[in-house]
């Protein structure tokens, strides 16, 4: 059953989709999907500027902040009543990830429990993609916080233990969403336990997280370079949280993408290509990192 939240139903091409990811074979044998429902939200509330927020307060008078985007996305839960610990996945510069690997990768979350809400940055708003783009990352920020603040609002789920997951771009939107700034961090009574990131941008601003934190990014990507990532580290100074950064050797650009698995692809000029030790190794380690917060 669709559950629509004041904007507009799915299109023809979402219900296409959504028929397709909830039946994903691989090989012989097909994962068990968890349940799947497609979801609408807002994005948070634009948050007012320094000036509007002072002029507003020296005038007396009462300005609220727009209000956000009507998005959506798909949300995966276990078999239960919960209240389950949470994932807020957001997509890369190319949109939603292809059915097989992002059935993969809900697999893994929700196999150990997790609801998983994959957001659609995109589709709401009529982008095909924004690779040729940089995204201002607070509107992206504000996507992640309007998902945080739907599955706080479930029963199902446990608000304290909801976890930002990013791949690519997303990943530079989870890792930004760690840092002392937060982007857009006052949007929201809610908080970010934890941020996992794949192939993210760093920035020196990053060096300082307040929320455990876990970056994956292979050693030969040249869209997301692993030496900015490292060079980034190399400057933290000991505050903050925990921030660590693995990266995979010979793995290239989307190495965790099974979807890739048996076509490699090249995106503006940068390769990508799955990796499957890299793959392996790295939910192995988000498996360590996932069990330092349950316990």
């Known amino acids: 059953m669709w559950r ?24 012989a044998s097909c994962i068990s999907a968890a349940r799947a429902e497609t979801v609408f939200f807002r994005s948070a509330p634009v948050p007012l500027s320094p ?11 009462a300005v609220q902040p727009e209000p956000g985007d009507p998005i959506g996305g798909v949300l995966y839960r276990p078999e239960g009543a919960g209240q389950f610990p949470a994932v807020v996945a957001l997509h890369g510069c190319t949109g939603r990830l292809d059915p097989v690997s992002e059935q993969d990768i809900t697999h893994h979350f929700t196999e150990r429990g997790y609801v ?3 957001v659609d940055s995109f589709g709401a708003r009529g982008i095909q993609q924004e690779c040729g783009f940089v995204p ?15 599955l706080a609002a479930q029963s199902f789920v446990d ?8 791949f690519a771009q997303g990943g530079t939107t ?29 920035y020196p601003g990053f060096a300082t997280v307040t929320v455990p934190t876990l970056i994956l990014i292979g050693e030969v990507d040249s869209w997301s370079p692993a ?3 490292q060079a980034m580290m190399a400057q933290r100074t000991g505050p903050g949280a925990t921030e660590r950064l693995i990266v995979f050797p010979g793995a290239y650009h ?29 939910w192995a380690a988000v498996v360590t990192f996932l069990a330092a917060l349950e316990h």
């Open 51 to 61: 000036m509007a927020a002072r002029l507003a307060a020296q005038r007396g008078t």
């Open 227 to 229: 030496v900015e990532c």
């Open 159 to 166: 608000p304290t233990r909801v976890i930002v997951l990013g």
């Open 174 to 202: 989870a890792l930004g969403l760690a840092t002392q700034s937060g982007y857009a961090q006052n949007v929201s009574p809610h908080r970010f336990a934890a941020s996992i990131a794949y192939s993210p941008h760093c």
């Open 254 to 282: 989307g190495f965790n993408l099974l979807g890739l698995r048996d076509h490699p692809t090249e995106v503006l000029w940068h390769y990508m290509e799955y990796n499957e030790h890299a793959d392996h190794a790295a």
């Open 136 to 150: 201002h990352p607070v509107d992206l920020a504000l996507d992640a916080y309007g998902a945080l603040d739907f």
């Open 4 to 27: 629509a939240f004041g904007v507009r139903q799915p299109s023809h091409a979402m219900i296409r989709w959504l028929a397709l990811a909830t039946s994903v074979c691989m090989g």
């Open 116 to 118: 998983v809400l994959w």
